[in-house]
């Protein structure tokens, strides 16, 4: 996993052991070199985003100005294919792009990059256009998941206990024995990333205003999650759950739990 904060000012944030959850993405039109850039926007991790000859580049406009704190990029060979990646805003359609974050992965897992003004006590940036670009000597370079937006901030940090996705993987596997009892191995089925997030002492009024819409998402489409940027490195994972949130009441100054088991992308 890749995680950069460096052009991030918590300012009035969360800090950045809270977790952060993408999951209204900004859209728009997109143009990019290449083959199918519109594949990078759709949820399917198998289409995606051939870059070619590289350098290349991937521009999102959207139809009005848009917020953005947070960039996710999933299922990419970028880190196999030795790709720089230069993730800019500009504020104006045609206007003049600022560079936010340069990116060198060393692996194909997932990249989050988080961003904001840090001369407004760190708001999010307001834009027009985003532009990835790659650069290179391969022309192998593929996306299949570019997101930007606002995260979603939780009001409490995951207290101990916690399983790291990006350390954590199932693999469900069916192994293979002749007629005779010889062993003849072991073949994967499918594989991925999971963790379980507990969060305790959430304020009821924060929940119904700032989680339910997030909640109201669940199962049925994806989003992206930073476990804790200052502590766990290896904690960002383009992921989904199989359930709807189900929060409790704690009993206790109006305060209420809520769990979530995640399966993250598996690069």
Same mark, same amino acid.
């Given at each position: ?13 969360? /800090? ?19 083959? +199918?850039?519109?594949? &990078?926007? +759709? ?17 999102? *406009? ?14 990419? +060979? ?25 990116? *060198? ?12 003004? &840090? ?37 409490? !940090? ?15 596997? $069916? ?5 005779? @009892? ?22 009821? /009024? ?8 997030? /909640? ?5 489409? !994806?989003? @992206? ?10 904690? *960002? ?15 206790? $100054?109006?305060?209420?739990? *809520? ?9």
């Amino acid at each position: 996993m890749t995680i950069s904060t460096a052009g991030y000012t918590v300012g009035d944030n969360e /800090a950045l052991t809270h977790a952060r959850i993408l999951y209204t993405p900004i859209t728009g039109t997109v143009t990019a070199g290449g083959t +199918n850039g519109d594949y &990078a926007t +759709n949820d399917y991790t198998f289409q995606r985003w051939a870059a070619g000859a590289l350098p290349a580049t991937w521009v999102l *406009v959207t139809a009005a100005d848009a917020s953005v704190d947070t960039v996710f990029i999933a299922a990419h +060979n970028l880190g196999s294919t030795g790709c720089t990646v230069v993730i800019s805003t500009a504020a104006t359609v045609g206007g003049a792009h600022t560079t936010r974050a340069t990116i *060198v992965p060393t692996d194909d897992s997932t990249i989050a990059v988080m961003i904001n003004a &840090a001369a407004s006590a760190g708001i999010p940036y307001v834009i027009r256009e985003i532009k990835i670009a790659l650069s290179g000597a391969s022309a192998a370079a593929e996306i299949g998941i570019i997101r930007a937006g606002v995260a979603l901030q939780m009001e409490r !940090p995951v207290f101990g206990g916690v399983t790291p996705i990006g350390l954590s993987r199932v693999i469900e596997t $069916r192994h293979s024995i002749s007629e005779t @009892g010889q062993w003849l191995g072991r073949t994967v089925q499918r594989q991925a990333r999971r963790t379980q997030m507990d969060w305790q002492n959430i304020s009821a /009024a924060w929940y119904r205003s700032t989680f339910q819409p997030f /909640a109201l998402t669940l199962p049925q489409y !994806p989003f @992206g999650l930073i476990q804790n940027a200052a502590r766990m490195p290896e904690s *960002v994972a383009w992921c989904w759950t199989d359930e709807s949130p189900a929060p409790e009441n704690m009993g206790t $100054r109006d305060l209420m739990s *809520v769990s979530l088991s995640i399966t993250g992308f598996l690069e």
